[in-house]
């Protein structure tokens, strides 16, 4: 067995450039969950690919076989690797893939399809260090998040409003692109696109409150209406890919939240 040493920088080992500064303390099975964790998130291995056999890995990243096969085995209990007796190692593709309807399942009636189309116009974005809900979530602790606010055609038979929320430093991309590729575009599927990470976990909560200014207007409804606030935060593993607050203004049909 190898002698076990922490990743260092090398030309020919392309994992190297995923590797996390040491931290002080961290076991050596939690720097190597990070650093491929990281692999997975910018695309070194992507949503269905298979990563190579535990022996491989150990000589691509120095460290002993308990080593890896420890860190393997944390990233397949956050959902983030599927292990198959005989078959080896694969990148999840999560419990539905992040262009999937998670939420905002609209569900048609008797000759109707089973979830109603959606069809989202952009309102604005901008970059916020305001404090809310989102900031423990998106672990804030400081810099920038991006909202993005969108009206949203329930069918054409009414509007909700959508704020949805990222890290300007996770999404780049997105971040600065054209608002105008934004408009009509499913966002979830562009976060999915930049960060190369399945969906894993799913969290909603329902309450009803009193719509403010900002979220009647988007819905189209009166100032004050109550309505449902329904927040929808997804987990890729152990990092926060997204949070988002929809208003729902009072309607007739039903909503699917079975997805959280």
Not at 45 to 56: A, D, I, M, T, V
Not at 101 to 130: A, C, D, N, W
Request: net charge positive.
């Amino acid at each position: 067995m190898p002698a076990e040493t922490t990743p260092s920088s090398s030309p020919v080992n392309e994992l190297d450039r995923y590797a996390r500064e040491v931290v002080p303390g961290l076991a050596k099975y939690a720097q190597l969950r990070e650093t491929l964790s990281a692999a997975i998130r910018g695309g070194y291995w992507k949503p269905g690919s298979q990563l190579p056999p535990e022996r491989e890995l150990v000589r691509l990243t120095r460290f002993s076989l308990g080593t890896v096969q420890r860190a393997l085995r944390d990233l397949a209990d956050q959902g983030l690797l599927v292990r198959t007796q005989g078959s080896g190692t694969y990148v999840a593709e999560g419990r539905g893939s992040i262009e999937a309807p998670l939420y905002l399942r609209f569900l048609g009636r008797e000759g109707e399809p089973r979830f109603l189309p959606l069809f989202p116009s952009v309102l604005s974005r901008k970059s916020t260090e305001e404090r809310g809900p989102w900031s423990v979530w998106l672990r804030q602790t400081s810099g920038a998040v991006i909202r993005i606010t969108r009206r949203i055609s329930v069918n054409g038979e009414f509007n909700l409003f959508n704020c949805f929320y990222f890290r300007a430093d996770a999404f780049p991309g997105i971040a600065q692109a054209p608002l105008a590729t934004l408009d009509g575009a499913d966002l979830k599927q562009m976060l999915g696109g930049e960060s190369n990470m399945p969906v894993t976990e799913m969290h909603q909560r329902v309450s009803f409150v009193k719509f403010s200014a900002e979220a009647a207007e988007g819905a189209g409804v009166k100032v004050g209406t109550r309505g449902m606030l329904l927040e929808s935060a997804a987990l890729a593993g152990r990092e926060p890919l997204y949070y988002l607050e929809s208003f729902i203004p009072p309607n007739d049909r039903r909503l699917d939240v079975s997805a959280s």
